[in-house]
Structure formats: C-alpha cells, structure tokens
C-alpha cells in the first residue's frame, strides 16, 4: 500500500510541475533598451563601458533575477560582450536600470572600422542587442532587440526638430 501512496503522490508531484510550467508561458517579453553608456578604465588592447539598460516588464508577475548577459552586434558581428552578477527584481508592470560592464576589444574595433572603410556607399548601421536576466531552472528570460540608423551624408550637418 505503502508503494501506491507514493505513486500516487510522484504522480500527483509530476502533474503539478507540469501545470507549472504551462502557466509560465504566454508572457509578453522584456522591453530592454540602452538608458546610458559610460566609460570605464580597460586594461591593455580594450575598451570597457558601463551600458545601462532600462527593463521594462510588461506582466504582472515580478521576475527576480540573479545575472545579467548581454551581447552587442554591430553590422552583423559581435561589437561588445559584458555579464554582470548583479541580482534584483523588476516588479510586475514596472522598470528597472540594471548596469552591465561590456568589454569590446581592440580587434573588434579595427575590424568594425575597416568593415565601415571598405563599404564607403553604406550609411545605414544595423545593431542587435540580446542577452538574458538569469533567474532560477525555468525563470530565465531572455530578450532581444534590433534595429538600424542612417549615418548622415558627407558634407551635411544633423538638422534638430
């Protein structure tokens, strides 16, 4: 008897972590954007910056996060990497500035420079920012976000509005 109560209960257990984890889907995903960039002091052939980012958490449950990832693409290669070990929580239907130091390599920069130097005619930089906030087994979020923007031409200068 002793055997089926356990069953039962495995089963039970296995019913209620798989109702869990079905309830977990259907957020809306993050909201990340670049709030500020600061410079900090590298060492040797890099530049390190403190990027800032403003999440905004467009559900009602709070996620609670244990690491920060974040990975910058400039012209579809990798620009700049950082992590952070920083832990909070950005409440339900609220936002958060969370600083995350980014290392970008010498190479990286020269590769960039001369990628922009050989392709003379282009004046639209395409970025991709993704990353993840680091939260228990399942609790995970990742978020990406992309886009473009066009260099000014030769010769003229930026109007504001």
């Known amino acids: 008897m002793n055997a089926r109560r356990s069953l039962v209960a495995l089963v039970a257990c296995c019913a209620a972590f798989v109702a869990g984890c079905a309830s977990l889907q259907g957020n809306d995903p993050l909201q990340v954007t670049v709030a500020g ?3 900090l002091e590298g060492e040797g052939m890099e530049l390190r910056l403190l990027v800032k980012l403003r999440v905004q958490n467009p559900n009602d449950a709070p996620i609670e996060y244990r690491g920060v990832a974040l990975e910058m693409n400039v012209q579809g290669k990798t ?18 500035v969370i600083a995350v130091p ?16 050989t ?31 066009e260099l000014p031409a030769p010769g003229t200068t930026p109007t504001s509005q």
């Open 37 to 39: 960039i600061e410079p």
């Open 79 to 96: 620009f700049a990497s950082g992590v952070s070990d920083s832990s909070g929580t950005v409440l339900g239907f609220n936002e958060a």
């Open 102 to 117: 980014v290392t970008i390599s010498a190479f990286r920069m020269v590769r960039q420079a001369i990628g922009m130097a």
């Open 119 to 149: 392709d003379q005619g282009a004046r639209k930089i395409t970025y991709e920012m993704k990353g993840k906030l680091s939260g228990s087994l399942f609790a995970t979020k990742r978020f990406a976000t992309k886009g473009d923007f």
